[in-house]
């Protein structure tokens, strides 16, 4: 086989297999079932369970100061449905309205959480509300050093866009709608496990099949191509003798 065969059958293997296995993915934003998660109390974090009661985000951020907060002390509150890969048409459609929160620092306020877990809980929570609603009541003096100190720290990260790229490439956001609209959507974020592959085609699932076939049938044709062009060089020999 052909130096550019073998090149050829090798990439468009590759295609059809990245394809196949998610690897190159339409979108990564994917919505569990509805009403399988619960949302537990600042106590907890508002830490996130799913159905089996295995912790599915050990932390997230209430969305909306206009209603009520999931959870109390010693239970959660259920119903919930998860979207993860969350880009900012899903923050868009799950913050209150009237809301006047910038998606961008929203991103940044997650990192600090993830890259500074120390960081006291309520500093975050009062300072995601403030960038919302911009109402003082959430710009809030705490009266010790340690929590001011946060506050000061958490608001620089909030408006420094010099790690935007690198909280691009690291974070994947988590969006947990409620079922009820008397309670607050929560936010969440983690850091890739490891580098991923995301290309967003803007296909649905059946354009993802398609190009599925596609890619298959690649392979099989440079396949049969290379097994063609084997069997003209034998016919070849054989007439020569």
């Known amino acids: 086989m052909k130096s550019f065969g073998r090149k050829f059958l090798f990439i468009s293997l590759l295609a059809a297999l990245a394809v196949g296995a998610g690897i190159i993915s339409p979108c990564r934003a994917v919505s569990a079932d509805s009403g399988g998660y619960s949302v537990w109390d600042s106590g907890e974090l508002r830490k996130v ?70 960081v006291n809980y309520y500093v975050l929570q009062n300072e995601y509300w403030f960038l919302e609603t911009g109402d003082t009541m959430y710009d809030t ?51 890739r496990a490891e580098p991923e592959i995301v290309v967003d085609t803007g296909l649905d699932g ?14 099989a044709a440079a396949v049969c191509g290379v097994l063609l062009a084997r069997r003209r060089k034998k016919m070849g020999k054989a007439v020569k003798k």
């Open 206 to 219: 059946e354009q993802r099949t398609a190009m599925l076939l596609i890619a298959a049938c690649t392979v």
């Open 49 to 118: 369970t799913d159905a089996s009661g295995a912790v599915d985000a050990p932390w997230s951020i209430c969305m909306n100061s206009d209603k009520w907060t999931p959870g109390g002390t010693g239970y959660a509150t259920g119903g919930y449905t998860k979207t993860d890969y969350a880009d900012e048409s899903t923050y868009l459609n799950n913050r209150s309205s009237g809301s006047k929160g910038d998606f961008q620092k929203i991103k940044r306020l997650l990192y600090y959480r993830l890259t500074h877990p120390e």
């Open 141 to 191: 003096y705490w009266g010790d050093a340690g929590l001011d100190g946060a506050k000061a720290d958490a608001r620089a990260a909030i408006n420094d866009s010099s790690l935007d790229a690198e909280i691009d490439e690291k974070m994947i956001v988590t969006i947990y709608t409620s079922g009820s609209s008397s309670y607050q959507n929560t936010i969440s974020a983690r850091l």
